[in-house]
Every structure is written in structure tokens, then in C-alpha cells.
């Protein structure tokens, strides 16, 4: 199973920018999708942005136009680059990797989770 480190959190003041890397142990080309999630104290766990094999993107209409994911193959990381960073965009910041397989005609996913990285927006 991949191990995924993330790292590039820290504390910055709103308005500030952070760019976060989640280093994969192995190679990342083979991976369906590859997440950024977060997680503030007493919240659940919520996607924030998402980037196919193919290279199409998604975000959380709360991220749009202020953070990019984007990915190196050939470095096998994964990026998120965070703009003008809120208050509100205080968590801990998971990187996730999905692989999807066919199994006697069914397609089962499986995740691969970071230890997550803490992001602290100051106001």
C-alpha cells in the first residue's frame, strides 16, 4: 500500500498563501484520483479539492479560485496551493489516493490516507 506524507503546513496570516505536498512512497500515474481533504475541530472531514489521472479538477465552491491542486508524475506529488487564505480555512489538511480496480466484474476503490498537515489562518 502507498504511504502518503504531506507537509508545507503552518501559520499564516489571513490573506497569506501556503502550498501543500503530499509525497507519495511510490509511483502516483496509476491512481484514478488524488484528494486534498480537511478537518477542523468538531467538523467532519470534507473534500476540498480533487485531481483525476486525466487531469481534470474539482473543487469545493468555498476554495474556488483561491486554491490550485495540481500533481508532478515524476516526482509522484501531489500540490495544493492555497491563496488568500480565511480564518475559516484553519484544519488539518489530508491528501488522499484512490485506486480503482476490476474484480470478478466489479470495480472496487480503495483510498490511501495521509497523517495530515495543520494549516492555521491568523485574522
Known amino acids: 500500500q502507498v504511504q502518503l506524507v504531506e507537509s508545507g503546513g503552518g501559520l499564516v496570516q489571513a490573506g497569506g498563501s501556503l502550498r501543500l505536498s503530499c509525497a507519495a512512497s511510490g509511483s502516483i500515474f496509476s491512481f484514478n484520483d488524488m484528494d486534498w481533504y480537511r478537518q477542523a475541530p468538531g467538523n467532519q472531514r470534507e473534500l476540498v479539492a480533487q485531481i483525476t489521472r486525466g487531469g481534470t479538477t474539482n473543487y469545493a465552491d468555498s476554495v474556488k479560485g483561491r486554491f490550485t491542486i495540481s500533481k508532478d508524475n515524476a516526482k509522484n506529488t501531489l500540490y495544493l496551493q492555497m491563496n488568500s487564505l480565511r480564518p475559516e480555512d484553519t484544519a488539518v489538511y489530508y491528501c488522499?489516493?484512490?485506486?480503482?480496480?476490476?474484480?470478478?466484474?466489479?470495480?472496487?476503490?480503495?483510498?490511501?490516507w495521509g497523517q495530515g498537515t495543520q494549516v492555521t489562518v491568523s485574522s
Open positions: 488522499r489516493a484512490t485506486r480503482c480496480m476490476v474484480v470478478g466484474g466489479q470495480e472496487i476503490c480503495r483510498g490511501s
